[in-house]
């Protein structure tokens, strides 16, 4: 049985061409995505629902997971979002899965059609927008990468697709490091590996990602000594809430250029509301909103 607590049943009033989405994640009270969908559907006079499937402290395995994916199923659900810490352990339990991300080997994004579902991932198409805004050009460059989970296999295959020379990633899991770069290094001509000495390739390095929930408000702090952090490094974020987490706060101080979160949550919900929706997101308008909901900005 699914507990109605964690898959909000459909509301009626949206069975005759509204579309009801979700987000399944642990720890995602503060998160801006059911915001950022409802407040463009209703721009284009869509009748839309999202709610958040919160698992927090909750031990998942993978039947619980795939109960959740057949509840939504069974209660009409048009779409799930997908986060921390699900993006790779939900791939199973779906019907198909996009090529691209079967390549990065994450899915974020979840599309219900008449009981059967397709896994995507929107997060490389965010994280690439918030690099070529904050960034620049970083073709050739050493880049180190923390974390190798669902987000880390995003934002490593779209820094390789963007041409860095190489990326070195670490995680508290070395053999979760080891074949997420064994995976990448097939398909970007041996561009990736798995570090073991993070001191030396941060010193090597251009350019670092994080890509772990630290500075998330469910998990504060900093990922990295901040004393490895100098102005010779970009250093981009995948962490939006808080917009302005304790290594950016600390990576601007030692002059770095910087890249936060916002942007990557925008856009990969630019394209998972196309997906969900079936009609254009007007990325423009949900920029703006993102930055009504954060004092800040996204692009």
């Known amino acids: 049985m699914i ?22 994640g642990q720890d995602i009270q503060q998160s801006l995505t059911p915001s950022m969908h409802m407040a463009e559907a209703k721009a284009q006079g869509l009748a839309y629902v999202y709610r958040l499937i919160d698992l927090a402290g909750e031990a998942v395995g993978s039947e619980r997971l795939a109960a959740l994916v057949q509840g939504a199923i069974d209660l009409r659900y048009d779409g799930l979002n997908v986060t921390h810490p699900f993006k790779q352990a939900v791939m199973p339990h779906l019907d198909a899965i996009d090529p691209v ?13 008449a009981g059967r579902t397709q896994g995507f ?38 820094a390789l697709a963007l041409g860095v020379g190489h990326v ?40 670092l990602i994080h890509a772990t929930p630290t500075g998330m408000a469910g998990h504060p702090g900093l990922p990295i000594d901040p004393d490895l952090l100098t102005d010779a490094l970009w250093v981009a974020e995948i962490v939006y809430f808080p917009l ?18 916002g942007t990557m949550a925008v856009f990969q919900a630019v394209g998972a509301f196309e997906i969900f929706a079936g009609v254009k997101a007007d990325a423009d308008r949900m920029v703006r909103h993102f930055a009504s909901l954060t004092g800040g900005d996204a692009a």
């Open 168 to 207: 070195t990633i670490f995680d508290t899991d070395p053999s979760r490091a080891e074949a997420l770069a064994q995976r990448l290094a097939a398909r970007f001509e041996g561009r990736a590996s798995a570090g073991r000495d993070l001191i030396r390739a941060i010193a090597d390095a251009r350019g």
């Open 244 to 261: 302005e987490t304790e290594l950016l706060r600390v990576a601007r101080q030692r002059g770095c250029r910087t890249a936060h979160g």
């Open 3 to 24: 507990d109605a607590n964690h898959v909000p049943t459909r509301v009626d009033i949206f069975d005759h061409g509204g579309i009801v989405a979700g987000l399944i």
């Open 101 to 113: 991300a079967e390549a990065i080997g994450a899915v974020n994004t979840i599309h219900i059609v």
């Open 121 to 158: 991932n929107t997060d490389a198409f965010g994280f690439t927008a918030g690099i070529k805004r904050d960034i620049g050009d970083i073709s050739g460059q050493s880049v180190v990468q923390l974390g190798a989970g669902g987000a880390g296999a995003a934002t490593a295959a779209a």
